[in-house]
């Protein structure tokens, strides 16, 4: 079955170190998107990549930062400098036509601070 | 400014009672698409529906229908005869021609509770 797949399911940080949340897809979609979710609120865009090897920040990309080297893979890096890192992070991607087109999600991965 | 709101933040329903989740919008686009979302419990978003901004046609698709008003700016959900399993949260979202990002606005979110 073609989908996205998100690891882990549960991540924990401590003060001052980076985490790397993992995002696969298998769908041979060329846009992803990285999503942050707090309790009670909607999800914001953190980073977005329509093509490999480009990406662009979304509205609150600081602290994160991103990678897209394969089509399939967009990984997520939580770096020390992001201060309130507790949230749920979603994973997304859609085919051709973007900004039309339904968005497929992970499962989600939700980040802690130890 | 681009903007979804979801009024409605938690309802809670016995179950067979038909429940409307209300979705308005903001954008300065003419041509934009509107998504409905369902989150369960499990976390991952389900995609319900699209509809753009040319077509104002209701849809329903089994208990579930949408009406979509331009002049009112909203695009509400109507689950009929509600069941457990609709149990959830719904995510109300837009998307814009002028962005060419896919970039998703979301609304707030609302939180359905179908109780037996």
């Known amino acids: 079955d073609g989908g996205i797949t998100q690891s882990p399911k549960y991540l924990f940080r401590k003060e001052g170190q980076n985490v790397t949340l993992s995002c696969e897809q298998n769908?041979?979609?060329?846009?992803m998107y990285w999503y942050r979710q707090d309790p009670g609120q909607g999800l914001r865009l953190i980073y977005y990549?329509?093509?490999?090897?480009?990406?662009q920040k979304g509205d609150i990309a600081e602290g994160y930062s991103v990678s897209r080297e394969k089509k399939e893979s967009f990984p997520l890096t939580v770096t020390s400098a992001q201060k309130n890192p507790t949230a749920f992070y979603l994973c997304?991607?859609?085919?051709?036509?973007?900004?039309?087109?339904?968005?497929?999600f992970g499962d989600g991965t939700r980040l802690s601070i130890l | 400014a681009q903007k979804v709101t979801q009024a409605q933040t938690e309802i809670s329903v016995v179950e067979k009672e038909d429940v409307t989740l209300d979705c308005v919008y903001e954008?300065?686009?003419?041509?934009?698409?509107l998504f409905w979302y369902k989150q369960p419990p499990s976390g991952e978003l389900v995609f319900l529906i699209r509809?753009?901004?040319?077509?104002?046609q209701n849809e329903i698709s089994g208990r579930y229908s949408w009406n979509f008003q331009k002049s009112t700016s909203s695009f509400n959900f109507t689950i009929t005869a509600s069941q457990v399993v609709d149990s959830a949260v719904y995510f109300c979202?837009?998307?814009?021609?002028?962005?060419?990002?896919?970039?998703?606005?979301f609304g707030q979110g609302t939180t359905l509770q179908v109780k037996p």
């Open positions: 997304a991607s859609s085919p051709p036509g973007g900004w039309n087109q339904p968005q497929h």
């Open positions: 979202a837009l998307s814009e021609a002028g962005s060419n990002t896919g970039k998703l606005i």
């Open positions: 509809r753009n901004s040319f077509d104002e």
């Open positions: 769908l041979n979609h060329d846009a």
């Open positions: 954008t300065r686009d003419t041509t934009y698409y």
């Open positions: 990549s329509q093509i490999v090897n480009d990406f």
